[in-house]
């Protein structure tokens, strides 16, 4: 049961251009949102999160939109450079479910891959 | 400085062995994960521990058996190993485990192959 969807495996992004991958969910009960980056051979790292109350959250080059109506979450990468290549994985949790007990749930990951 | 670290990187062994994976933490964190990443590449949570408090994830076979001899390790068990248990297991760290909003730092992952 996938509760959180990325349904683009991979995404090619000119250099300098915008970036903008998209993720949906399922599962209602969840209200805070994250994007981790992964390259080959790491862990996954924190890039930037968003909580329900919020529609939109930015860090610099990042900005993360979130349309709770339309149980979808999209990251903008602007502008996109080489070193952004990686796989992101969008991950979404319930924040006052008494803990992060039940850890993150994670899409499966999109690929982006920047032309030079 | 490695903030999560996980041994070995790659382990290669036969159906029916038992294995252990370590996994430390240098962050000072209360909270450390335990995360399978399958072949479909989905992640998914198996255990998460806080304070010698080990909260498990149902789904997870009771072959699996995490240990943590203090707060900064959390090693993972696995007996009689299957087929199916081939995947990259990634270890988590966060500060508190009661606040979603700490960010889970992750280790570099150990890719399992069960022969």
């Known amino acids: 049961d996938q509760q959180v969807k990325q349904n683009s495996p991979s995404l090619s992004v000119q250099e300098g251009r915008i970036s903008i991958l998209n993720c949906d969910y399922t599962?209602?009960?969840?209200?805070?949102f994250l994007w981790y980056k992964k390259y080959p051979a790491e862990g996954p790292t924190f890039l930037i999160s968003?909580?329900?109350?919020?529609d939109k959250n930015e860090d610099g080059r990042f900005t993360v939109f979130l349309n709770k109506s339309a149980k979808h979450l999209s990251l903008h990468i602007v502008p996109s450079q080489p070193g952004d290549s990686a796989v992101y994985f969008c991950?979404?949790?319930?924040?006052?479910?008494?803990?992060?007990?039940?850890?993150?749930?994670f899409g499966k990951g999109t690929h982006l891959i920047i032309q030079p | 400085d490695t903030a999560v670290s996980q041994t070995p990187k790659y382990l290669v062994t036969q159906m029916g062995n038992d294995k252990s994976i370590k996994c430390e933490q240098n962050?000072?964190?209360?909270?450390m994960y335990w995360y399978k990443q399958d072949s479909k590449k989905f992640l998914k949570i198996m255990f998460s521990?806080?304070?010698?408090?080990?909260?498990i994830n149902e789904t997870v076979p009771n072959r699996f058996s995490p240990k943590s001899p203090d707060k900064a390790h959390l090693n993972l068990h696995i007996n009689s190993l299957e087929l199916g248990d081939s995947a990259v297991y990634f270890c988590?760290?966060?500060?508190?485990?009661?606040?979603?909003?700490?960010?889970?730092?992750f280790g570099p992952g150990t890719r399992l192959l069960v022969l």
């Open positions: 988590a760290s966060s500060r508190d485990l009661r606040r979603v909003q700490e960010t889970q730092y």
């Open positions: 599962n209602s009960m969840f209200d805070y």
């Open positions: 968003i909580s329900s109350i919020k």
């Open positions: 991950a979404a949790s319930v924040m006052y479910s008494g803990g992060g007990a039940d850890g993150l749930t």
């Open positions: 962050l000072g964190h209360d909270t």
């Open positions: 521990y806080n304070n010698k408090e080990l909260i």
